[in-house]
């Protein structure tokens, strides 16, 4: 477990399965403890303990299994309090508390605002609380989501709304997927600097055992291949080279089209 300090609160990194995070939010001026995407149950039982704390809360950014399957083993031992998307109520298990972008949960002791960030899935939302992100499978270190149940628009879209938040907010993705976007990011964005300076840190961070993740929207504007859209000289240099249009959806679409037979 790591943990990372915020203003009002505590973020607590739980690696599960094979490449997922679960994210244990522990409020240090109320008795709020929020668990984001429990992929299952027994880790935040654990690092419950370890805490001293109940369970208050389960946030999940979207219905996938391995965001939720921890859902109810949670709510039967802490009886907490199981938030999700409005849109997603038949398929978050549990849900008790359905919120949107217009509707964010009320939690004591934190500021929390939802951005509803289709794309992944039509139901995905993303919470945002002070400088930290909580942002599911919609972005990756490095990446974004597969478009299971959204067009490149609605993605694009999504990650725009991601990429105007404070350069410093950290990104709390669900998947440690950084080194493999990395070296797709290589292949299509080959001379820029700051993703040079980024493949270094992140290979010696993996090579000690460490997460990739927090990264920073800082860090992703700059390197990840799926906002680099998001910069018109970018798009200008990538549909010269690649013989199609400029405009930021054209060449998001052929970037995520790329990544997908990658
Ligand atoms: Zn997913
Ligand atoms: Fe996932």
């Known amino acids: 477990m790591w943990s990372y300090q915020h203003a009002g609160f505590t973020v607590h990194q739980l690696p599960v399965l094979r490449d997922n995070y679960i994210y244990l939010i522990e409020s240090r001026t109320s008795n709020a403890?929020?668990?984001?995407?429990?992929?299952?149950?027994?880790?935040?039982?654990?690092?419950?303990?370890?805490?001293?704390?109940p369970l208050t809360h389960i946030f999940n950014t979207h219905h996938h299994w391995d965001h939720t399957d921890g859902n109810l083993a949670l709510k039967k031992d802490f009886a907490c309090v199981i938030v999700g998307a409005g849109h997603d109520a038949d398929r978050i298990p549990g849900i008790d508390l359905a919120v949107s972008e217009s509707a964010p949960p009320q939690v004591d002791g934190l500021n929390i605002t939802v951005l509803n960030v289709p794309g992944h899935t039509s139901g995905h939302i993303a919470y945002v609380m002070d400088d930290a992100l909580f942002c599911g499978d919609t972005l990756f270190g490095a990446g974004c989501g597969r478009l299971f149940e959204g067009t490149p628009a609605q993605m694009l879209h999504s990650l725009n709304k991601i990429a105007i938040l404070n350069g410093s907010t950290k990104v709390y993705c669900a998947h440690e997927y950084t080194l493999a976007n990395l070296k797709f990011a290589q292949a299509i964005d080959a001379d820029n600097p700051a993703l040079i300076e980024r493949i270094a840190d992140d290979k010696n961070s993996r090579r000690q055992h460490l997460p990739t993740i927090p990264s920073s929207i800082a860090i992703e504007t700059s390197t990840n291949p799926f906002l680099r859209p998001l910069d018109g000289s970018f798009c200008q240099i990538y549909a010269t080279a690649h013989n199609i249009n400029s405009d930021p959806l054209t060449v998001f679409t052929d970037i995520r089209r790329r990544k997908d037979a990658w």
């Not at 984001?36 to 419950?48: K, L, Q, S």
Request: aromatic fraction near 0%; hydrophobic fraction near 50%.
């Open 33 to 53: 403890l929020i668990a984001v995407d429990p992929a299952e149950a027994v880790t935040v039982r654990n690092a419950c303990k370890l805490l001293g704390k």
